[in-house]
């Protein structure tokens, strides 16, 4: 079964993600990031530019695949034809289609009212269908 965790209280949403997927990538983990098409365009420039001395290799789903097998980080607004199944990152409002097949689900979660809301609705979701979910407040960690 899905291992699902929520990240909530990200200061910043895309931040958080980029710092997440840097230390999954440095695991060796494959990472599947879904949300709304302008969130993940604004993701993709966060990856070219949150550390200028590092490049985290990433792709948009849509590619050959020697390009998917040589990136750790594929964006996609839809999972249903992943490259992998490993690790997937929810950066969007609705619970993603087909997320049952991966090992990890992380929703990442914002302090904004709206996000949060939304947040519950997913949570309801997969509590109701039985899945244990991991809770991280990130405000309780320290600076």
Same mark, same amino acid.
């Given at each position: 079964?899905?291992?699902?965790?929520?990240?909530?209280?990200?200061? $910043?949403?895309?931040?958080?993600?980029?710092?997440?997927?840097?230390k999954?990538?440095?695991?060796?983990?494959?990472?599947?990031?879904?949300?709304?098409?302008?969130?993940?365009?604004?993701l $993709?420039?966060?990856?070219w &530019?949150?550390?200028?001395?590092?490049?985290?290799?990433?792709?948009?789903?849509?590619?050959?695949?020697?390009?998917?097998?040589?990136?750790?980080?594929?964006?996609a607004?839809?999972?249903? &034809?992943?490259?992998?199944?490993?690790?997937l990152?929810?950066?969007?409002?609705?619970?993603?289609?087909?997320?049952?097949?991966?090992?990890?689900?992380?929703?990442?979660?914002?302090?904004?009212?709206?996000?949060?809301? $939304?947040?519950?609705?997913?949570?309801?979701?997969?509590?109701?269908?039985g899945?244990?979910?991991?809770?991280?407040?990130?405000?309780?960690?320290?600076?």
């Amino acid at each position: 079964m899905t291992e699902v965790a929520f990240h909530f209280n990200a200061p $910043d949403k895309l931040a958080y993600a980029c710092r997440l997927l840097r230390k999954a990538a440095g695991t060796g983990a494959r990472v599947m990031v879904t949300g709304g098409p302008q969130t993940l365009r604004a993701l $993709d420039l966060a990856l070219w &530019t949150f550390a200028p001395l590092e490049f985290l290799a990433h792709c948009y789903g849509e590619v050959t695949p020697a390009v998917l097998a040589a990136s750790p980080v594929v964006l996609a607004e839809s999972v249903r &034809t992943a490259p992998h199944q490993q690790v997937l990152v929810n950066l969007g409002g609705t619970v993603p289609e087909g997320f049952e097949r991966f090992d990890r689900l992380i929703e990442v979660v914002t302090g904004e009212q709206e996000d949060r809301l $939304d947040a519950r609705r997913r949570w309801k979701h997969y509590a109701d269908r039985g899945y244990a979910i991991t809770r991280h407040d990130l405000t309780a960690r320290p600076a």
